[in-house]
């Protein structure tokens, strides 16, 4: 009988062996023949196996890279949908020039040594008792012309620079998630 190939074999495994005698045809190539039937799949039992269409396949064609596909899926997702992620960018853009102008304004536009007292306006009386205002440290159009220095210019069009490169950018994000606002 057949064992599942564990039997001893006490002749030294020749083809002869007596406990393989019965069996038929001659020792180890029966058991080989066996145990290869035994992992085959049974053909009796059903199988079942999912056919995708080719018509359905052409879907995914036109992307090349489905794991960022699915990153800027989950994005669109998480930031609840195209409006609300480009009116972020718009508003960071928007923050973005506010600093950069503002910034600009106070490093040429503030005379500090009239705010802090160090020296007083041509037009006031000094009095212990009157206060300088923000009007009175504020210089004017053309006084802000002239203290723009190098410095202030070279950082303004780095900045500028810097703002084109993100424009561009929030631009390249957009039409991303266009095509994933049409996915959905």
Same mark, same amino acid.
């Given at each position: 009988?057949?064992?599942?190939?564990?039997?001893?074999?006490?002749?030294?495994?020749?083809?002869?062996?007596?406990?393989?005698?019965?069996?038929?045809?001659?020792?180890?190539?029966?058991?080989?023949?066996?145990?290869?039937?035994?992992?085959?799949?049974?053909?009796? @039992? *059903?199988?079942?196996?999912?056919? /995708?269409?080719?018509?359905?396949?052409? %879907?995914?064609?036109?992307?090349? $890279?489905?794991?960022?596909?699915?990153?800027?899926?989950?994005?669109?997702?998480?930031?609840?949908?195209?409006?609300?992620?480009?009116?972020?960018?718009?508003?960071?853009?928007?923050?973005?020039?506010?600093?950069?102008?503002? @910034? *600009?304004?106070?490093?040429?536009? /503030?005379?500090?040594?009239?705010?802090? %007292?160090?020296?007083?306006?041509? $037009?006031?009386?000094?009095?212990?008792?009157?206060?300088?205002?923000?009007?009175?440290?504020?210089?004017?159009?053309?006084?802000?012309?002239?203290?723009?220095?190098?410095?202030?210019?070279?950082?303004?069009?780095?900045?500028?620079?810097?703002?084109?490169?993100?424009?561009?950018?929030?631009?390249?994000?957009?039409?991303?998630?266009?095509?994933?606002?049409?996915?959905?």
């Amino acid at each position: 009988p057949f064992t599942g190939g564990l039997e001893e074999r006490g002749d030294g495994g020749g083809q002869g062996s007596s406990s393989n005698s019965g069996c038929g045809g001659g020792g180890g190539v029966f058991m080989d023949e066996e145990r290869d039937e035994d992992l085959s799949p049974d053909p009796h @039992t *059903s199988m079942v196996f999912h056919v /995708v269409p080719k018509s359905s396949k052409s %879907r995914w064609n036109h992307i090349e $890279d489905l794991d960022s596909f699915f990153t800027r899926v989950y994005q669109y997702h998480q930031n609840h949908g195209l409006l609300c992620m480009m009116l972020q960018q718009v508003f960071e853009l928007a923050q973005f020039i506010f600093i950069m102008v503002f @910034t *600009s304004f106070l490093v040429a536009c /503030v005379d500090y040594d009239i705010l802090f %007292r160090n020296k007083f306006p041509s $037009d006031f009386h000094y009095n212990q008792t009157d206060k300088i205002t923000l009007p009175d440290a504020i210089r004017t159009h053309a006084q802000c012309m002239e203290h723009f220095s190098w410095q202030l210019v070279v950082t303004i069009i780095a900045a500028s620079v810097f703002w084109l490169m993100r424009f561009g950018h929030a631009c390249y994000t957009f039409f991303q998630f266009w095509e994933i606002k049409q996915f959905f």
